[in-house]
Structures are given as C-alpha cells and as structure tokens.
C-alpha cells in the first residue's frame, strides 16, 4: 500500500514567520513530489513540484527532497495571513495516478 | 490557455439515484483523473482516462464510471447513490500520464445525498 502521510495540524504560525510542512512516503523510487493549497470550499491549487533531491526555491516557497529518508518538505518565509490554508502533499508513485496526504491545515497569526 | 471547467458545481441528490457530473479539461491536456475528496480528507484517486481510455482505478465500486470523449471533455458516473457519496468531486487534467508533472485541478462539484 503505497501510502502518503502528512501531519493533519493545525499548525498556527505568527506572521512574518518560517511555517514548515512535512510530508513522509511510503515508496523510495517514488519520482515527482508536488505541494498544493487548498483554501476552504475550493479546488486544490498546485504551487510547488520538485523531482530531484534538494531544494527548490520559488518566490516564498521553498521544498526540499530527501529521497533516501522518503520526506518532502514545504517551508513557506514571511508568512501571510492569506497564506492560511490547508496543504497537500502529493506523490507519483509511478501508478498512473497521484496520492494524496490528508493535508495540514496552516493559520497564520496576525 | 483555458483553465478545467465542472459543472454542476453543487448538486443535491437522493439515495438511490444517479448522478453524472462533467468535466472540460484544459487545453493541451490529454489525461483526465477524477477525484473524490469527503470532509477534512485529502482527494482520493477514483480513476483516470488517457485518450478515451480508462487508465488505472482507484478503490471504488464499480457503480462509478466514468468516460472520455475525443476532445478529451470526461464524465463521471454514479449509479445507486449512497449516503457516502456525499463529497466534493474533482476533475483534474494533465499532459501526461499519471499525473507526471502535476495536475490542474477544477473547481469542484459538491455532491450532497440525502
């Protein structure tokens, strides 16, 4: 069972702050990794893939690959209050589809 | 570039019915996957089509169905509603298979059954 977990939260961070996602995988020759953002009552909303070990930076975003350990993580810098949302982690197993983590829920503290 | 378009976007029904649900995939993309995401849940995998195809399924029951269409516009199906049934349903496209490089997701139908 090729599974995806991710701690459910909440996770309240103050804004300004570093808030840190993680995500454990079952699959160690699993290949594409992706974070989305889902804010309350809508459609998940892709804002970061990441394929080979190491860190990927895109604006305040920043997701890191450990292949070996089987984690991905999400940091997000100088946190907003827009930024509260719940967060999915997402893995291709190589199956022909995505699984996903439950998600973390993420409240920014103004 | 248009975006995934669903429709309806809420639709209530009663247990026993059936219920078809629509999806217009982005332009360029060839692979439709549906999902089925209940209450404080991550998405769950229902089954994806590559060029009309039914290609790989998840653990549901076979009274979810689904189609492609040439344009590569997808449906899914749902016969003998039960009262689980009731989540959002997401239709998401990809240009590859499996979701390789990420999907674009739609904005949703929230099935209610009653």
């Known amino acids: 069972q090729k599974e995806v977990e991710q701690n459910s939260g909440p996770l309240s961070v103050p804004e300004g702050a570093i808030a840190s996602l993680n995500c454990t995988y079952s699959d160690r020759g699993s290949q594409s990794f992706f974070w989305y953002r889902q804010y309350s009552g809508k459609s998940p909303e892709l804002i970061m893939s990441?394929?080979?070990?190491g860190d990927k930076e895109d604006g305040r975003f920043t997701a890191q690959l450990n292949k070996a350990s089987q984690y991905v993580s999400l940091l997000i810098r100088d946190s907003q209050p827009s930024d509260s949302a719940t967060y999915l982690c997402a893995v291709n197993f190589g199956n022909e589809k995505l699984t996903f983590g439950t998600g973390t829920r993420l409240t920014i503290i103004p | 570039e248009t975006g995934v378009t669903q429709s309806p976007t809420h639709l209530i029904k009663t247990r026993g019915q059936q219920v078809t649900l629509r999806c217009s995939s982005q332009s360029g993309h060839n692979t439709v996957s549906w999902y089925q995401q209940a209450l404080g849940q991550g998405p769950q995998f229902i089954f994806q089509?590559?060029?009309?195809?039914?290609?790989g399924r998840g653990n549901f029951p076979p009274r979810f169905s689904g189609l492609q269409f040439p344009n590569y516009s997808s449906e899914l199906n749902v016969n003998a509603l039960e009262l689980d049934d009731s989540a959002l349903y997401l239709c998401?496209?990809?240009?590859?298979?499996?979701?390789?490089?990420?999907?674009?997701f739609g904005s949703g139908t929230r099935l209610t059954v009653v």
């Open positions: 990441i394929y080979s070990n």
């Open positions: 998401a496209s990809s240009a590859r298979q499996g979701g390789g490089g990420g999907y674009t």
């Open positions: 089509y590559y060029r009309e195809e039914e290609n």
